[in-house]
Structure formats: structure tokens, C-alpha cells
């Protein structure tokens, strides 16, 4: 009977517990790098894919992420002069009611990464965050496809003097889809 009990508690708290695949996310930004003494810019092309991981604990559907890939192109007028695989996380993400319509799905992203540019090494910080609206049944949910990046403003700090950077929002992008079955 104990052996019973332990593993009905063992095999609910698995199916309670497990997380689901539940949306594919793409993203991307571009940052003007530019080097303060000579006038030359640098375009910083980023993009990545970012897969929703869901569990349903309770009422509420709480989400991670876990980034497929990431790559870096940077260019100097046309021609790309670097390319690299960068660190993209989207974490801070919130958890939405299990039976929610139209609901606020919102979470953080950040880029930290020393980059080879103009003949250095250059330290740069981007963070942002990017919404969509999401519903929910159950464990099942439906993403609007085009989300926002951005909604709460851009940090972007350039940790080796000399240099400067700016945002480019036409450039930048996040787009949900569904996995595929």
C-alpha cells in the first residue's frame, strides 16, 4: 500500500511538474557600435532562437526559455567584417493564468559580450524586454505572432571607453510560432 501511494505521489507530482514546448520565438535587434574618434560605425545584426518551455503548477502556467541559437553578423557600410556566436537569455518571464484571454506574456532579454572590433576587444551590455499577448486553456496556449521588443525601453552600456552605442528599433524584431508537431 505504501509502495502504491509513493508512486501515484511520484507520478502526479511528474505530470505536475514536467515542461512542455509550447512556442518557438525569434528575435531580433541591431546596435550601432560606433568608435568615438574616428566617426566609423559598426551595425551589429543579431538574431536568435529562443524556445518557451511551459508547466502548469495549479492555475497558473509559469514558462523558462532555453536559446536553440544565437549568431552576430557586424558590418561596416555593406561589407561584414565579423561574425560571432553571441549569449542571448530571455529570463524573468511571467506567469499567466491557465485560463487567460488576451493575457500579457512578457519577458527579459540580455546580451553581455566582449566582441573583437576595431582592432580590440569591446565590452557590451544590451538589455530589453519583449511582449506578445498569449491565451491560455488549460495547458495549451496560443501566442499572437508578432510580439514587441522593447516595451520598456533599451539599457545599452559600452564597457570599453572610447566607444558609443545606439539602438536601431526598424531593425529589430520578435515573432512567436508554434512547435511543430
Not at 505530470?15 to 518557438?24: E, G, R, T
Not at 519583449?130 to 486553456?137: G, N, Y
Amino acid at each position: 500500500m505504501f509502495f502504491y501511494f509513493v508512486s501515484t505521489l511520484l507520478a502526479t507530482a511528474t505530470i505536475v511538474y514536467s515542461q512542455v514546448l509550447i512556442a518557438f520565438v525569434a528575435i531580433q535587434f541591431a546596435i550601432e557600435l560606433l568608435e568615438v574618434e574616428s566617426g566609423v560605425a559598426l551595425l551589429l545584426d543579431f538574431e536568435s532562437d529562443v524556445d518557451i518551455l511551459s508547466r502548469v503548477v495549479g492555475e497558473v502556467m509559469t514558462f523558462t526559455a532555453e536559446t536553440d541559437w544565437a549568431e552576430t553578423v557586424g558590418y561596416i557600410g555593406d561589407q561584414a567584417v565579423t561574425e560571432f556566436g553571441p549569449d542571448v537569455v530571455v529570463n524573468e518571464i511571467g506567469s499567466v493564468a491557465t485560463n487567460a484571454v488576451d493575457a500579457t506574456f512578457s519577458a527579459a532579454v540580455r546580451w553581455d559580450q566582449t566582441i573583437y572590433a576595431f582592432g580590440r576587444n569591446i565590452g557590451l551590455d544590451f538589455s530589453t524586454s519583449l511582449t506578445t499577448q498569449v491565451t491560455l486553456d488549460g495547458e495549451e496556449a496560443l501566442f499572437e505572432a508578432d510580439g514587441a521588443l522593447a516595451t520598456n525601453g533599451v539599457n545599452i552600456q559600452v564597457r570599453t571607453p572610447g566607444y558609443t552605442a545606439r539602438y536601431i528599433p526598424e531593425d529589430s524584431g520578435v515573432t512567436f510560432e508554434p512547435p511543430i508537431p
